[in-house]
């Protein structure tokens, strides 16, 4: 059974960076594409970034895309998301997900799983 675990969230000043960490275990990490994902408190979940699972083209959201970056270790199967330029509006959970062979082409709807999250605070 695949797990996810996510680390590095906090609480960060406006205009600072965070980087976030998501381990895999229990399947082969490097035939799963993975994703981030956010959910702030009473909206919906949205896409953040992701790395495809074989030539590791990624993909981001407008709200991210210019500051952020994913990147995967497959030695370490270890995907991360670096911050940058954070502002307040960027306080959500944040989730990692895995897409087997696939690379979210139908967002959160195509994750096979999920971590249980990690929360980035950003303060005004």
């Known amino acids: 059974q695949v797990h996810l675990e996510e680390s590095g969230g906090g609480l960060v000043q406006a205009g600072g960076s965070l980087r976030l960490s998501c381990t895999f275990s229990?399947?082969?990490?490097?035939?799963?594409?993975m994703g981030w994902f956010r959910q702030a408190p009473e909206k919906e979940r949205e896409f953040v970034a992701s790395?495809?699972?074989?030539?590791?083209?990624?993909n981001y959201a407008s709200s991210v895309k210019g500051r952020s970056t994913v990147s995967r270790d497959n030695a370490k199967s270890t995907v991360y998301l670096q911050m940058n330029t954070l502002s307040p509006e960027d306080t959500a959970f944040y989730y990692c997900?895995?897409?087997?062979?696939?690379?979210?082409?139908?967002?959160?709807?195509?994750?096979?799983?999920w971590g249980k999250g990690t929360l980035v605070t950003v303060s005004s």
């Open positions: 229990g399947g082969i990490f490097s035939h799963y594409g």
């Open positions: 997900a895995a897409d087997y062979k696939g690379r979210f082409i139908r967002g959160g709807d195509s994750a096979d799983y």
């Open positions: 790395i495809s699972w074989r030539d590791e083209i990624t």
